[in-house]
């Protein structure tokens, strides 16, 4: 199916990819400017995830490789003070991410030391989530 739908003229691309990821671009505003080309490459390699309030998205220091994106739910950014110097981390939250918005993308695009991520990432409501790894987006931006 995709090797007919390569066929297509990007613009016929463009709009294939709107309507099927319609919801999610009416969403999440980072998607509601992006041109036809930009969509039809970038949305199927998302993949969607489903997380329940209190999970680890990930921890403070961890190698950084998705960027997510919020459908439905909200995510606590928490940071370490004691940067990991005792047993249990002295976590305090210093962003929160909402339906609509995205995040992990700074630590993905911008960690070219790879020290990791910034911050521990914690669910804190039911979440629904579209997610983009570093290798994925990289073939999308080659």
């Known amino acids: 199916m995709r090797v007919i739908l390569d066929e297509l003229p990007t613009t016929l691309k463009g709009q294939v990819a709107q309507q099927v990821f319609s919801d999610l671009i009416e969403s999440i505003k980072f998607f509601s400017d992006k041109p036809a080309a930009f969509l039809w490459e970038f949305m199927p390699k998302l993949k ?18 998705e960027i997510y994106f919020i459908l439905k739910g909200k995510v606590k950014l928490m940071y370490d003070i004691l940067e990991g110097q005792a047993d249990v981390p002295f976590n305090t939250p210093f962003n929160m991410y909402v339906e609509g918005s995205y995040f992990g993308d700074s630590d993905v695009l911008g960690d ?14 039911e979440s629904n989530f579209f997610v983009i790894t570093r290798t994925e987006l990289m073939k999308v931006l080659d």
């Open 48 to 65: 969607q995830m489903n997380f329940f309030s209190g999970e680890i998205l990930f921890q403070q220091n961890d190698h950084a490789d």
């Open 112 to 125: 070219l030391e790879n020290e990791g991520r910034d911050g521990t990432a914690q669910v804190d409501a």
